[in-house]
């Protein structure tokens, strides 16, 4: 497989946006969340030429994606996933896409496809603090080029990014890793993290401070956005030691596994299991809300992502997480039907 490093001199970002003020998640204020229609035709938003010419590389000898989860959709999942937001009220705000969820049940058999279920999985929502994710994965493939230490310094910023959600610190790290940097990986052929073919993805385009815009999403025009499938996929490539190496992999699952806020998703599931492993990072800014987690427990792995535009989202969160634990753990659902 292509490393890399040999791609990232090329993926050169010229991209036509208007530059404006905002603020980051968690500050005072608050940001304009601008929200642009899909274009038929994103390339043109990134028009330097050696990116065109990486892209027509790539089609006669592509990298192999390893996480495809669009392929995997699996109908009795997404029946289920669908019965499940019915039940719980949030039909009618996913219709009115208010609402994104992802759901990907990791099978035991490694030979075995996972199963995979969305609603608005591909469509772009604000999502505050969830995209520091992306900034971690930036900044272990600088770590692995050897353009970065990975020193005491570097590992706190992290774990105060990912585990605390610390904008200080967040910022600190982007400002080491580089902003342009952040991009050329998520849009890279190995990742496809962010693919205005998919209608964008994972970006991080601003330091989360008041200040320190650099590029908004070329698509929805957004600083901090995702998409749930996007957001599942960074998972499942984390899930199987596919972002960096397997050695940098790890190192993503320690700084993710730690201490967690005791909200949302972490609080809803705590009330009902103790998961043997948790992989998690969260976000709210005003009506924005968002979760996201890799969930194993009873012998069962899954991945959960939700995204919301609601006051209430934040409950939503939990509401949903019970819900698709509910869907994976058939030993709680036989309970259930006991009890009953």
Not at 55 to 68: Q, T
Not at 290 to 307: E, K, N, P, Q
Not at 309 to 332: R, T
């Amino acid at each position: 497989m292509r490393r890399l490093d040999a791609q990232l001199p090329t993926i050169l970002l010229t991209l036509l946006l208007a530059s404006s003020s905002a603020l980051g998640d968690d500050v005072p204020g608050g940001e304009q969340v601008v929200i642009a229609p899909p274009l038929a035709d994103p390339w043109p938003m990134i028009n330097d030429p050696v990116i065109r010419e990486m892209l027509a590389l790539d089609a006669i000898a592509p990298f192999e994606d390893l996480a495809p989860l669009w392929d995997w959709r699996d109908p009795k999942l997404q029946k289920a996933l669908d019965d499940a937001l019915a039940r719980l009220g949030l039909d009618d705000d996913a219709r009115r896409k208010r609402l994104a969820v992802a759901l990907v049940d990791i099978p035991k058999n490694k030979k075995k496809q996972p199963r995979v279920a969305a609603v608005n999985g591909d469509r772009m929502m604000y999502a505050a603090s969830l995209p520091k994710i992306a900034v971690l994965l930036a900044a272990f493939e600088k770590i692995a080029q050897h353009k970065m230490e990975y020193d005491d310094e570097t590992r706190t910023l992290m774990e105060q990014m990912i585990r605390r959600s610390n904008n200080r610190s967040t910022t600190a790290l982007m400002q080491k890793v580089g902003k342009k940097y952040i991009a050329r990986v998520l849009l890279s052929p190995r990742y496809r993290l962010y693919d205005p073919r998919r209608n964008g993805g994972l970006w991080v385009g601003k330091d989360y401070a008041k200040s320190g815009l650099w590029k908004r999403d070329p698509i929805h025009n957004m600083s901090h956005g995702a998409t749930a499938i996007q957001v599942a996929r960074f998972y499942y490539l984390l899930w199987t030691e596919n972002l960096v190496t397997p050695e940098y992999s790890r190192e993503m699952k320690d700084v993710m596994s730690g201490e967690h806020l005791n909200h949302k998703f972490v609080k809803a599931l705590s009330r009902i299991a103790q998961p043997r492993r948790f992989f998690r990072k969260s976000g709210s800014w005003r009506t924005y809300h968002s979760d996201s987690a890799l969930v194993s427990r009873d012998g069962h792995t899954y991945i959960a992502v939700a995204l919301s535009n609601s006051e209430q989202g934040g409950q939503w969160m939990g509401e949903i997480i019970v819900a698709l634990d509910d869907i994976i753990n058939p030993k709680k659902q036989k309970k259930k039907s006991r009890r009953s």
